[in-house]
Structure formats: C-alpha cells, structure tokens
Nanobody, 126 residues
Framework: QVQLVESGGGLVQAGDSLRLSCAAS????????MGWFRQVPGKEREFVAA????????IYADSVKGRFTISRDNAKNTVCLQMNSLKPEDTALYYC???????????????????WGQGTQVTVSS
C-alpha cells in the first residue's frame, strides 16, 4: 500500500508562492488518483485539487483555480502543488491524499480517498 509524506509548507506573505510536495512509497503509484485537501481548525477538510493517476486530468476548487497547479511525476513517485498569489485565506493544514484504481479518474470528495499523509502547515500573513 502507498504511504504519503508531505513537505514544503511554511510561513509566507500574501502574494508569495509556495510549492508543496508529496512523496509516495510503493510501486503502483501511477494507478493512484491523487488529491490535495486543506483544513483549518473547526472547519471541514476541503478539496483543493486533484489529478488522475496518468497525470492527464486535473481539477481545482474554484477558490484556487488560476493560482494553484497540481502535477505529478510517476517516475519519482511524487505529486506537487504549486501555489502562487497566496492569500491569508489559504492558511491551513494541507493534506495529500491517494486512492487506488484511479489511473484515469480524479476525485473531489474526501471520502473517495483511502490514503492520507500527515499534513504540512501553510501560513500566509497579510
């Protein structure tokens, strides 16, 4: 089973950029649909972006569309989230998630994913 470890979070100012990475173990990474979610205390974990296992399809939450880009490198077992023009409301704990059987599908609901990383904190100051 794939295991996920996120990295790249930090404290930045509004307008800055940040790149999150998620490293996956296992030999079947390309068959996993991957997603990024975020959560702030007291709120539900919300969808940010997702990508098919093949990398050919992506989808974004409206709140990040045009600013964030999800990508993956199946040869390196990594998925990244490039975040540009960051806003204070992007502050959250960001989670990487995976679901097997997703070579040509992406998923936007947290309940569709069965593997999660531990999260990486992103804080955007105004």
């Amino acid at each position: 089973q794939v295991q996920l470890v996120e990295s790249g979070g930090g404290l930045v100012q509004a307008g800055d950029s940040l790149r999150l990475s998620c490293a996956a173990s296992g030999r079947t990474f390309s068959s996993y649909a991957m997603g990024w979610f975020r959560q702030v205390p007291g709120k539900e974990r919300e969808f940010v972006a997702a990508i098919t296992g093949s990398g050919g399809g992506t989808i974004y939450a409206d709140s990040v569309k045009g600013r964030f880009t999800i990508s993956r490198d199946n040869a390196k077992n990594t998925v990244c989230l490039q975040m540009n023009s960051l806003k204070p409301e992007d502050t959250a704990l960001y989670y990487c998630a995976g679901r097997s059987g997703g070579s040509y599908y992406y998923y936007t609901r947290r309940y569709d994913y069965n593997i999660w990383g531990q999260g990486t904190q992103v804080t955007v100051s105004s």
